[in-house]
């Protein structure tokens, strides 16, 4: 058992460059996050998908978009990265959502945008 | 905003001794409380989960919670240097569909 996989583990982009990020999970978990994390900020949702076929917004969606593949894969893509965006990004899932179930993390993206 | 904060430390103690986490939340009618342990430059590890009052134990570490204080703590005995990480609590909005909304950590130190 893998847990969540995430690809690629690190990423230098320029401003204005795209680029998707996958995370991969294979406990039949139902539901998939992705957050940011940034010094200070503490681990903030970008996204998530409650089960296969939905998607919502989190607390800080604006430059990204998400697609929930099928049951076991949801991937982010930054369309025109800014420097803003450098961050470390980290994708979880669940059993379902609600905030009942706990969220197992995969070992995360380090994005930097010159 | 609903919000959970934590003392960021660093929380510095002697290997042996009980480390004390605490942290506070907002949001009355959340239901749910995880701690994560996170070492630097790796991802969240989940420790404990704690969803009624009162004190829950596994192993070395103790989950307590107090929803009418709006409280919830990890104790950590028998401190040990491998235990020196961050240590992230989380709990679910009660609104929002109930993400998950996690403080931003206390780092502590377990000196040999």
């Known amino acids: 058992n893998a847990g969540v996989t995430q690809t690629p583990k690190f990423q230098v982009l320029k401003t204005g460059q795209s680029m998707t990020l996958q995370c991969a999970q294979d406990?039949?978990?139902?539901?998939m996050y992705w957050y940011r994390q940034d010094p200070g900020m503490g681990l903030r949702l970008i996204y998530y998908s409650a089960s296969e076929g939905t998607t919502d917004k989190g607390e800080v969606p604006n430059g990204y978009n998400v697609s929930r593949l099928n049951k076991r894969e949801f991937s982010l893509r930054l369309e025109s990265a800014a420097p803003s965006q450098t961050s470390v990004y980290f994708c979880?899932?669940?059993?379902?959502?609600?905030?009942?179930?706990?969220?197992?993390f995969g070992p995360g993206t380090r994005l930097t945008v010159t | 905003q609903k919000e959970v904060e934590q003392n960021s430390g660093p929380l510095s103690v002697p290997e042996g001794a009980i480390a004390s986490l605490n942290c506070t939340y907002s949001d009355r009618v959340s239901q749910s409380f995880f701690w994560y342990r996170q070492y630097s430059g790796k991802s969240p590890e989940l420790i404990m989960s704690?969803?009624?009052?009162g004190d829950k134990e596994d192993g070395r570490f103790t989950a307590q919670l107090n929803k009418a204080s709006q409280y919830v703590s990890l104790l950590i005995r028998d401190s040990q240097p491998s235990d020196s990480a961050t240590y992230l609590c989380a709990v679910n909005n009660g609104g929002s569909q109930g993400n998950l909304i996690f403080g931003k950590g206390t780092k502590l130190s377990v000196k040999p």
């Open positions: 704690i969803y009624s009052n």
């Open positions: 406990m039949n978990h139902n539901s």
């Open positions: 979880a899932s669940s059993l379902l959502a609600g905030g009942f179930h706990e969220q197992y």
